[in-house]
T-cell receptor, first 111, second 114 residues
Framework: QKEVEQDPGPLSVPEGAIVSLNCTYSNSAFQYFMWYRQYSRKGPELLMYTYSSGNKEDGRFTAQVDKSSKYISLFIRDSQPSDSATYLCAMTDQAGTALIFGKGTTLSVSS | DTAVSQTPKYLVTQMGNDKSIKCEQNLGHDTMYWYKQDSKKFLKIMFSYNNKELIINETVPNRFSPKSPDKAHLNLHINSLELGDSAVYFC?????????????FGPGTRLTVL
């Protein structure tokens, strides 16, 4: 079993839809959870950051962490064509030695 | 005003050749990374340097050798290139020594080995 599992999609939704992206993980030592967004032929960029369990909201984006289930989610409300990208979950432990990425989910939002 | 830059952006070469990729950051960060992203978008850490000191050295073939001449630069040299080395290589940097700090990625170097 890989440390971080993420459904690669692709996921296609119409503009305005609510999108749910998810990752599961096996290492209970993970404490920091991130979502990076990667546009085609670009480097990833940090989108959301959460420490330990709980929710975090930033505009149309909400990140959720459920450490008891080892499950993290990213919700996108009112999705826009500009949200079309690959979304990579990433996580690391308290020491922050290495960031472990999921395989990424490719999202396409059509207008 | 580029934060993290990599050269070259594209690299096409024959099997068995030796090549280098260069990375520079002007963010004043202490830590730099090399990642490999395969054709399925899986991004995996290869190396990490903090203030010119190697701190992460994942299981990669010893044909790959990183070098950090100063904390703003991290280069990657690859010997005896193989078909399986074809991928996009990303350099990243972060403040401090912990990978949970925001990492800033370069544009990537797309390596194709023929």
């Amino acid at each position: 079993q890989k440390e971080v599992e993420q459904d690669p999609g692709p996921l296609s939704v119409p503009e305005g839809a609510i999108v749910s992206l998810n990752c599961t993980y096996s290492n209970s030592a993970f404490q920091y959870f991130m979502w990076y967004r990667q546009y085609s032929r670009k480097g990833p960029e940090l989108l959301m950051y959460t420490y330990s369990s709980g929710n975090k909201e930033d505009g149309r984006f909400t990140a959720q962490v459920d450490k008891s289930s080892k499950y993290i989610s990213l919700f996108i409300r009112d999705s826009q064509p500009s949200d079309s990208a690959t979304y990579l979950c990433a996580m690391t432990d308290q020491a922050g030695t290495a960031l472990i990425f999921g395989k990424g989910t490719t999202l396409s939002v059509s207008s | 005003d580029t934060a993290v830059s990599q050269t070259p952006k594209y690299l096409v070469t024959q099997m068995g050749n030796d090549k280098s990729i260069k990375c520079e950051q002007n963010l004043g960060h202490d830590t730099m990374y090399w990642y490999k992203q395969d054709s399925k978008k899986f991004l995996k850490i290869m190396f990490s340097y903090n203030n010119k000191e190697l701190i992460i050295n994942e299981t990669v073939p010893n044909r790959f050798s990183p070098k950090s001449p100063d904390k703003a630069h991290l280069n990657l040299h690859i010997n005896s290139l193989e078909l399986g080395d074809s991928a996009v290589y990303f350099c990243a940097s972060t403040r401090g020594g912990a990978s949970y700090n925001e990492q800033f990625f370069g544009p990537g170097t797309r390596l194709t080995v023929l």
